[in-house]
């Protein structure tokens, strides 16, 4: 409804106006449009322009949609205020958002104006629907922290625009079909299982219409199919802050067929495993490695590329002699994923890894001696009678650990087995 106005122009207010500008004018339009403000016959033009200047607001309000309405216009939101996400605001939604009341409640009655567009009582027939086309879309993590426009071309299937879905030439009337007696189906047998059962099954002479044209009534254009296939560009927004499982909504863009009306072209948000980043709702983490010698003395460096491309830059410690041990997590407010619809973002966890030297590093006794001098000593020495100096294999491996158990199965799993136990031992 709005592809052909302008935005600003329903709201009427300069390309400049100010987020104050906005709700001001929003206000002022959407009490002068209301539809119980007019007369019964005016009632279904004053809901079209009533449900246009909220989606205006809904757009130049929200600093994000306004950039991508200057930069895109209405191709963006596909038909809705909410960006690539469903249907319209239910006007009910609307009355309540702007009054702060649900419904009738307190409107001095409003009569018929329960549903959408001004159908008296909910009495309109819902159309039959071609089905929705659904599928799944991959979009990765860069792209649902900044929001992302994806232009594809689609083929589709469009009523034939020389029948205009009637699938025969002007004149021309369709044939009842002979196989089916019109009916569009057969009664078949069919043999499942040892029985005998009957079931229909769409006429084939016909293609379950009922009726055909004859080869030279033929529409020559869909040569009687009444739909053609046609290429159509199309345009979905990602959101930021989306996730897996998000649906992006084509309204009315899956294949058309005559006396339906289309349905929608569905796409489910799919999230590949990021190779940095884990996400949790809207807080993300990661594992940033931290040398030993970082670790005791500490660092001012970017520490990990964000899904945007910045530089996350770590300075530690805030107090010298402040070390970071492994394990430790720095919590960072704000840098986590976007939240849709809103300013705020989760938060970014950093696990650090220290990153202990390894074979290559030989220091002098000299370095090594320094060093025990510097750092803390050991806890207090443990005394014991005899002492026995052990051999030991510096590359051990716990997934051996209880492995050679006569009973089978290693001692990890019989450790929460015997827990429980204990306890119930100890309180009686
Ligand atoms: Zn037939
Ligand atoms: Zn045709």
């Given at each position: 409804?709005?592809?052909?106005?302008?935005?600003?122009?329903?709201?009427?207010?300069?390309?400049?106006?100010?987020?104050?500008?906005?709700?001001?004018?929003?206000?002022?339009?959407?009490?002068?449009?209301?539809?119980?403000?007019?007369?019964e016959s005016e009632r279904e033009e004053a809901e079209i322009k009533f449900k246009s200047v909220q989606e205006a607001y809904d757009i130049l309000y929200d600093d994000d949609k306004r950039h991508l309405y200057d930069?895109?216009?209405?191709?963006?939101?596909?038909?809705?205020?909410?960006?690539?996400?469903?249907?319209?605001?239910?006007?009910?939604?609307?009355?309540?958002?702007?009054?702060?009341?649900?419904?009738?409640?307190?409107?001095?009655?409003?009569?018929?104006?329960?549903?959408?567009?001004?159908?008296?009582?909910?009495?309109?027939?819902?159309?039959?629907?071609?089905?929705?086309?659904?599928?799944?879309?991959?979009?990765?993590?860069?792209?649902?922290?900044?929001?992302?426009?994806?232009?594809?071309?689609?083929?589709?299937?469009?009523?034939?625009?020389?029948?205009?879905?009637?699938?025969?030439?002007?004149?021309?009337?369709?044939?009842?079909?002979?196989?089916?007696?019109?009916?569009?189906?057969?009664?078949?047998?069919?043999?499942?299982?040892?029985?005998?059962?009957?079931?229909?099954?769409?006429?084939?002479?016909?293609?379950?219409?009922?009726?055909?044209?004859?080869?030279?009534?033929?529409?020559?254009?869909?040569?009687?199919?009444?739909?053609?296939?046609?290429?159509?560009?199309?345009?979905?927004?990602?959101?930021?802050?989306?996730?897996?499982?998000?649906?992006?909504?084509?309204?009315?863009?899956?294949?058309?067929?005559?006396?339906?009306?289309?349905?929608?072209?569905?796409?489910?948000?799919?999230?590949?495993?990021?190779?940095?980043?884990?996400?949790?709702?809207?807080?993300?983490?990661?594992?940033?490695?931290?040398?030993?010698?970082?670790?005791?003395?500490?660092?001012?460096?970017?520490?990990?590329?964000?899904?945007?491309?910045?530089?996350?830059?770590?300075?530690?410690?805030?107090?010298?002699?402040?070390?970071?041990?492994?394990?430790?997590?720095?919590?960072?407010?704000?840098?986590?994923?976007?939240?849709?619809?809103?300013?705020?973002?989760?938060?970014?966890?950093?696990?650090?890894?220290?990153?202990?030297?390894?074979?290559?590093?030989?220091?002098?006794?000299?370095?090594?001696?320094?060093?025990?001098?510097?750092?803390?000593?050991?806890?207090?020495?443990?005394?014991?009678?005899?002492?026995?100096?052990?051999?030991?294999?510096?590359?051990?491996?716990?997934?051996?650990?209880?492995?050679?158990?006569?009973?089978?199965?290693?001692?990890?799993?019989?450790?929460?087995?015997?827990?429980?136990?204990?306890?119930?031992?100890?309180?009686?």
């Amino acid at each position: 409804m709005a592809e052909e106005f302008d935005l600003y122009e329903i709201l009427s207010i300069t390309r400049d106006a100010s987020k104050e500008d906005v709700r001001k004018a929003y206000r002022k339009s959407a009490l002068a449009s209301h539809p119980d403000k007019v007369p019964e016959s005016e009632r279904e033009e004053a809901e079209i322009k009533f449900k246009s200047v909220q989606e205006a607001y809904d757009i130049l309000y929200d600093d994000d949609k306004r950039h991508l309405y200057d930069t895109h216009g209405m191709s963006a939101f596909n038909g809705s205020g909410e960006p690539g996400m469903g249907a319209g605001p239910d006007l009910d939604d609307i009355l309540e958002q702007m009054f702060g009341m649900g419904g009738m409640g307190g409107m001095g009655g409003m009569p018929g104006m329960g549903g959408m567009g001004g159908m008296p009582g909910g009495q309109r027939q819902k159309p039959r629907r071609t089905p929705n086309e659904e599928q799944k879309y991959e979009v990765n993590l860069e792209d649902l922290y900044k929001g992302k426009t994806v232009r594809f071309a689609s083929t589709k299937n469009v009523l034939c625009s020389l029948c205009h879905g009637k699938g025969g030439k002007e004149r021309a009337t369709a044939k009842k079909c002979g196989t089916c007696d019109g009916h569009g189906f057969r009664e078949v047998l069919q043999q499942m299982g040892g029985f005998l059962t009957q079931s229909s099954v769409p006429c084939t002479t016909c293609s379950g219409v009922g009726s055909y044209f004859s080869p030279k009534d033929k529409c020559k254009k869909c040569k009687g199919k009444k739909t053609t296939e046609e290429k159509k560009m199309l345009e979905i927004w990602i959101p930021r802050g989306a996730r897996e499982g998000d649906k992006i909504i084509l309204e009315g863009e899956a294949d058309q067929k005559p006396d339906q009306e289309p349905g929608d072209i569905i796409f489910h948000i799919v999230e590949p495993e990021h190779s940095t980043f884990q996400r949790a709702g809207a807080d993300l983490t990661t594992t940033i490695d931290v040398t030993l010698a970082e670790a005791l003395t500490g660092f001012s460096r970017v520490v990990v590329k964000h899904l945007d491309g910045r530089g996350i830059e770590i300075s530690h410690p805030k107090t010298p002699g402040n070390v970071l041990s492994p394990g430790q997590v720095l919590k960072v407010p704000g840098e986590g994923m976007p939240i849709k619809r809103s300013d705020s973002r989760g938060d970014l966890y950093l696990v650090v890894n220290v990153q202990f030297p390894d074979d290559k590093w030989s220091p002098s006794p000299a370095v090594l001696e320094k060093l025990r001098e510097m750092l803390p000593k050991p806890g207090p020495h443990i005394e014991a009678n005899p002492v026995d100096d052990v051999d030991y294999d510096p590359k051990g491996n716990m997934e051996q650990f209880g492995s050679n158990d006569p009973q089978g199965g290693s001692a990890w799993e019989d450790d929460d087995d015997d827990e429980p136990t204990t306890a119930q031992c100890a309180t009686q």
